[in-house]
Structure formats: C-alpha cells, structure tokens
C-alpha cells in the first residue's frame, strides 16, 4: 500500500478513533486477517539491503521497535509488512494492565505520540509459552523490563528481570533486549549504571546459549551516564545498544503548550526524536566495542533517516511511531529510498555504517 492511499482514505478513519483504541483494531486486524498484509505490505527484494545479525540474515535493516507488538501476537506476520527483524515487549516478569486509560495520544502537528502505558502486558509465562508455539517470520528480538511496581526493588529487581530473562533465554530468538529506559514507569528512567551492571551480570549467568543482549539506552541521558552505561555494559560481555527510546522532554514541539499540558505526562516517540536518538549513537559509536552493534531508534519515517542513524554509528533501526502517521507500506518506501540513497553515494550498506563520524575523526 503506497503511504499516501493510507494518508487519504484509511488514517482518517483510524484517527477519529482514541489512539489506543485504534492501536488495538490494527493490532488485531493484522494478527487475525494476514490476507490483507500480503496486499497492505511487501518486502524489499533487493539483495543490496541484505544484512547479518548476530548470524541471521536479514532482507533489510529496518526493524520493528518495541512497544507496538508487545505480547508476541504478530511474530508470524510482520514479514508480510516489510520489516527484516523485530522488537517484541517490553515483557515484564508480572502480568500487569499499566496506567489508567487514557494513556495514548496523537500529536498530528508534530507526527509523534505521547504514551504513558505503563509497561501493560500478558508477563513473562503466558508470553514466553506463546512464542514457544509461535513459527517466526522473521528474526525476533525480546526487550524485557522490571515490572511496573515500585515496591520491587533492590535485589528484587535484580531478580524481576533475571526471572523475565530465563523464561525467554531457550527461545529460537535473535537477541535479548534489557529495557534500562522507560519513562512510563513510577520509577522512571534507570540513572544507577552500577544497578544495571549488577542486572547484565545476573543476566550473563544464566546465558548459557551466549544469546546477544542488548541495553535500551533513553535519550535523556547525560553524557556521562551513557559513557557508564557502556563501560558497564563492555565489561560484561553485552553485545550493543538500542538507542534510543521515549523522551519525557517536549522541546520543540509545534503542539501548543497547552495541549501539552493537558494531556499530561508521558514519553514521546516520533519525528521530534530524531536529533536526540543521534546523539546517543555518536556518543555511543567511539566507546563500544567494534564487534558490539548499534540499534538506531527515534524518528526514523524515511530512507535518509535510517541514512542517518547508519553514519551515525548504527547498523540497524526500529521504527513504530512512523507507522501510525504513514501505513504499512513504509518499511518498503524506505528501503526503496535507502537503496537509492546508497547508490547515489557509491557506498554499500556496510560502509555507510559510522562513515559521517570516521571522515570527521578524519579530518
């Protein structure tokens, strides 16, 4: 489906609908009629887009981002729409419903969302025996978190997570991803980087299978937060980084500050994002590992945007906000654009990766 058939006749039914309402109908109109994928959607079938993580190999780099199929219902699909690979979760050890309702929001100026859904999910027992029977379309990455209780803490935490993590780790997955980023939480965003150093470690102990874990860094870190983040973890053998996540900041938005304010607070994802997720992956390119990977995610709606993240450090991007504002047709426009931009360029896909902040070392 070309972006503007669904700008004119199918966005403007789904958005007289409440954001969260027309989530769930999309949701489950893809998880039940796969049919209408097939028509709706289509993968890139260039071989110039191929790509290996962490051994699977991959049609294209564009990724689905966490928080759009969170309990695993559309694993057996999402080829059909486009992606290369997806980010199911965030997963919690505890079934929980999140925050009161309501809890998404549409910011059509800015073409972001604000969310505050709290971390609502099925938990890590009923997911993991789903994903268990589940035949993977593509190649799936699980992003869990500590459930959304602030009486568990400490060491409680600690084993929150480790529980997730072990009802996941025997999974045909691709990568682990641990979510020290969510804003929509009652206690926010992680700033103890020795906290997650102790949760990596736990983590890495039951990793017999040496499964890839990821961290999830948020783009309001401090610089010096994120150089501990990825000292922390470097040292325990992490193999990248998801940058970035949700932003509780509402800078240079056009939404009047009013309707801010009366919509309340909440992590906004979309276009506004951009500079912020670029920021963490320059800062993150130079003091990872070179054989650690990044994930470039945050206002990524076009092939010079994925473009961007790619010579910005990343190897891969997530996408989700920009599929509410253009359809799912485009994971193909955009590697149909990233294809033409590459050529253009006279770069490969490989090559483009970190080159902005290489010719600048450079010079």
């Given amino acids: 489906m070309n972006p503007s058939i669904y700008k004119s006749l199918i966005r403007p039914i789904l958005f007289r609908l409440d954001a969260e309402q027309a989530h769930l109908f999309v949701h489950g109109l893809a998880s039940r009629c796969r049919p209408l994928l097939s028509i709706a959607g289509k993968g890139y079938d260039g071989d110039d887009l191929h790509c290996d993580l962490f051994g699977h190999n991959l049609s294209n780099p564009v990724g689905l981002a966490a928080g759009f199929d969170k309990n695993g219902d559309l694993v057996e699909v999402l080829r059909d729409i486009g992606f290369g690979f997806a980010e199911i979760g965030s997963v919690t050890a505890?079934?929980?419903?999140?925050?009161?309702?309501?809890?998404?929001?549409?910011?059509?100026?800015?073409?972001?969302?604000?969310?505050?859904?709290?971390?609502?999910?099925?938990?890590?027992?009923?997911?993991?025996?789903?994903?268990?029977?589940?035949?993977?379309?593509?190649?799936?990455?699980?992003?869990?978190?500590?459930?959304?209780?602030?009486?568990?803490?400490?060491?409680?935490?600690?084993?929150?997570?480790?529980?997730?993590?072990?009802?996941?780790?025997?999974?045909?997955?691709?990568?682990?991803?641990?979510?020290?980023?969510?804003?929509?939480?009652?206690?926010?965003?992680?700033?103890?980087?020795?906290?997650?150093?102790?949760?990596?470690?736990?983590?890495?102990?039951?990793?017999?299978?040496?499964?890839?874990?990821?961290?999830?860094l948020s783009p309001d870190s401090s610089q010096s937060l994120l150089e501990e983040m990825v000292e922390a973890a470097s040292a325990c053998g992490l193999s990248g980084f998801v940058c970035g996540n949700t932003s509780t900041s509402r800078e240079n938005l056009t939404t009047d500050s009013a309707t801010l304010q009366a919509l309340g607070n909440g992590g906004l994802s979309g276009a506004p994002l951009k500079s912020k997720a670029l920021r963490i992956c320059q800062i993150v390119y130079p003091l990872k590992k070179p054989a650690q990977i990044i994930i470039g995610c945050g206002g990524v709606s076009s092939g010079m945007d994925v473009y961007d993240f790619l010579t910005a450090g990343a190897s891969f991007v997530q996408l989700y906000t920009a599929l509410v504002y253009e359809g799912p047709g485009l994971p193909l426009l955009i590697c149909q654009q990233l294809s033409q931009i590459l050529r253009q360029n006279g770069q490969t896909l490989q090559q483009a990766v970190g080159s902005k902040l290489q010719s600048t070392a450079s010079n």
């Fill in 94 to 216: 505890l079934a929980k419903e999140g925050n009161p309702k309501p809890r998404l929001f549409r910011l059509q100026k800015d073409a972001a969302i604000i969310n505050r859904m709290g971390l609502n999910g099925e938990g890590a027992d009923r997911i993991a025996e789903k994903l268990e029977r589940s035949k993977f379309s593509i190649p799936i990455g699980v992003n869990i978190a500590k459930t959304n209780d602030p009486a568990i803490s400490g060491d409680a935490a600690v084993k929150d997570m480790v529980y997730t993590f072990s009802k996941v780790s025997n999974l045909p997955l691709a990568y682990v991803t641990i979510n020290a980023s969510c804003p929509n939480t009652q206690e926010g965003i992680v700033t103890e980087a020795a906290h997650m150093r102790t949760v990596f470690t736990e983590v890495q102990k039951l990793n017999t299978r040496q499964l890839p874990i990821m961290v999830k």
